[in-house]
């Protein structure tokens, strides 16, 4: 997926934005050791964030607290402690990883927009998180087709100051960056889409919200729990991998967690497969 035709914000738009979009679309087809995830990182120029930026994630972060406090994942409410999101104002990225880092490794890193399948996982396989630094317009408040600093932090990054968590999707980032076979592509694209994006997981004897997704967005949120149109699967890695998926409505199918170490072993030991097939057959997917 190339960068370009992601949000448009002042943020994100500067010299050092444009080459990190060249910089990007030009790693797209380069071997995964020769991708230099640093040239596609931008600086958080935190003092261009309007009153209006500010306004739109404390009405996002309030209004989605308001059900995840009840319905998402306790191993996400506790990284959204460990990292310290304020409710009055966008993140400072600084100050998120100052508090991630230490617990597990990771770093959000602040990028214009979309990336390049390969160079989004070149940077998940280092233990880095590629944050969009826009954010949406209050006119768009409710959907985003693009990810924006909504997504992405208060979407992602709570998760990744957990341990488990924090190697399962280390481990898919390797993985996926060093498999170009189109069958574990589209595989490993399944198996995105129905964990860290839409996964449910069973906690304190209920469904709660674990994908960002779910917990970014409120209809989703409420219709992945309440409907009765939802098919609930457990978690079982080849059927995930096998089912299909559509981006343009609710989601029929989702699949539910027992814990997250349940997700991190059936990744380790689908990885150590594609990692030691023999060089040509698998080398890098696409997210």
């Known amino acids: 997926m190339a960068m370009g035709g992601s949000l448009w914000h002042r943020v994100v738009d500067g ?7 060249e910089a990007g679309n030009a790693a797209e087809h380069l071997p995964p050791d020769r991708i230099d995830i640093e040239q596609m990182v931008i600086t958080q120029r935190y003092d261009l964030y309007s009153d209006e930026d500010h306004e739109v994630w404390s009405i996002l972060f309030k209004k989605r607290m308001a059900q995840l406090e009840r319905d998402a994942s306790n191993v996400f409410l506790n990284g959204l402690r460990v990292i310290n999101l304020r409710e009055d104002r966008v993140p400072d990225l600084r100050e998120v990883n100052a508090n991630l880092r ?30 969009t630094l826009s954010v949406r317009p209050k006119t768009s408040m409710d959907y985003l087709p693009e990810p924006d600093i909504i997504h992405d932090v208060f979407g992602h990054v709570p998760l990744h100051a957990d341990p488990v968590f924090a190697d399962f999707l280390q481990t898919y980032g390797k993985a996926a960056l060093h498999t170009n076979d189109p069958y574990h592509t589209e595989r490993l694209a399944r198996l995105f889409w129905f964990t860290v994006e839409f996964g449910l997981i069973r906690e304190d004897g209920r469904l709660k919200l674990y994908g960002s ?29 096998n089912t299909t998926f559509e981006i343009d409505h609710y989601q029929p199918i989702l699949y539910v967690l027992e814990d997250f170490q349940q997700l991190r072993d059936a990744m380790e030991t689908y990885a150590n ?5 023999p ?6 997917g696409a997210r």
């Open 213 to 241: 997704g779910l917990i970014s967005s409120e209809g989703e949120g409420h219709h992945s729990l309440q409907s009765p149109d939802v098919d609930r699967r457990p978690f079982e890695m080849e059927r995930v991998c």
């Open 102 to 131: 230490p617990m597990t490794g990771w770093q959000s890193r602040g990028v214009p927009g979309y990336l390049p399948a390969k160079c989004f996982f070149a940077f998940l396989a280092q233990r880095h998180f590629p944050t």
């Open 279 to 284: 060089a040509g057959k698998v080398a890098a």
């Open 273 to 277: 497969r594609l990692l030691n097939e």
């Open 15 to 21: 010299e050092e934005a444009k080459r990190a979009i």
